[in-house]
């Protein structure tokens, strides 16, 4: 998939194990997000775990998109002191975490914390110098 200009405000690093990426607030930055995370999974033979981690970013980039306003970062680590897992981050620059809630059947969202949770090994936030960073584990298989 190629990338228009606009989508990807900048690269800030996809050598060796460790990629960054960050996106306008914009609703094009959630398909960009998927396609970038899809290719650079792809690049270190991490197909196995592309799918769910392209869906969980999409769900927290989406997020991001709801409530905060301004760039929204994306990074994959994938250090050897996790025990063979990936390390994926969504940054924003809204301070409050997000809130896991249940949603109702009819609800068209407020899934996807859940989904987060439900999917990964471990997740959680921190506060950064400038708003959050949702973070998830996701098993690799060895």
Same mark, same amino acid.
């Given at each position: 998939m190629r990338?228009? +200009?606009?989508?990807v405000i900048g690269v800030i690093d996809t050598d060796g194990d460790c990629a960054e990426w960050t996106?306008?607030? %914009?609703?094009?930055?959630?398909?960009a997000?998927?396609?970038?995370?899809?290719?650079?999974?792809?690049?270190w033979h991490l197909d196995c775990v592309a799918d769910l981690a392209a869906l969980l970013v999409s769900e927290l980039v989406t997020n991001a998109l709801r409530? +905060?306003?301004?760039p929204i970062g994306v990074r994959l680590v994938r250090p050897a002191g996790l025990g063979g897992g990936l390390?994926? %981050?969504v940054s924003d620059p809204l301070p409050d975490p997000p809130r896991e809630r249940v949603a109702r059947?009819?609800?068209?969202s407020g899934r996807g914390l859940q989904l987060v949770?439900?999917?990964?090994r471990?997740?959680?936030t921190r506060p950064g110098t400038s708003g959050k960073t949702v973070w998830f584990e996701l098993a690799v298989p060895g």
């Open positions: 990338l228009l +200009a606009w989508e996106f306008p607030a %914009e609703p094009g930055a959630v398909r997000a998927r396609a970038v995370v899809r290719g650079k999974l792809h690049g409530h +905060a306003t301004g390390l994926v %981050e059947d009819e609800d068209e949770a439900g999917s990964s471990r997740w959680g």
